[in-house]
């Protein structure tokens, strides 16, 4: 059993190594269609949506009261979101003939799509970072506040 896992998944991880980076790139270039402005608008927009909302969807995953199942289904759903993000990272840090060739299609047909996906990343964190320190900050002061109200005065 395992050694047919290993016969297929070996073959599929070097063709989709291959194959996504150089798909993903030409979709893009597809779109932005050598336009910087396509591509800064474009790029932070996948950039900070997909970002967003992997974060909000693992937010749910971890919460104190979810089932096992529950937390496996949006782990798996932060997961298939953050798949633009991935693909986009895959053509800049890979090291594969993919990659590279991923790379060369966007600086041609997706100019500054690469470096506004990782500010829209950036944004899209520092946002929901806030949101939850102030969520944080606020539950905890309601707590403070209860348990002030409740405490015997004397």
Known sequence: MIFAVIVIAVPAYFLLAAFLPRWWAQTIGDQVQQSFLTGTMLGGGIGFV??????????????????????????????????????????????????????????????????????????????LLAIQALSTTRTVSRRLRERKAAAPSG
């Open 50 to 127: 997909f970002t967003a909302l992997p974060l909000l969807a693992t937010r749910v995953a971890v919460r104190k009261n979810a089932s096992l199942v529950g937390r496996a289904f949006w782990a798996v759903v932060a997961l298939l979101l953050a798949v633009p993000n991935l693909l986009t990272l895959i053509v800049v840090l890979g090291s594969g003939s993919g990659a590279h060739a991923g790379q060369r299609i966007m600086d041609v047909l997706a100019p500054a799509f690469r470096g506004a996906t990782l500010v829209g990343v950036i944004l899209a964190a520092v946002l």
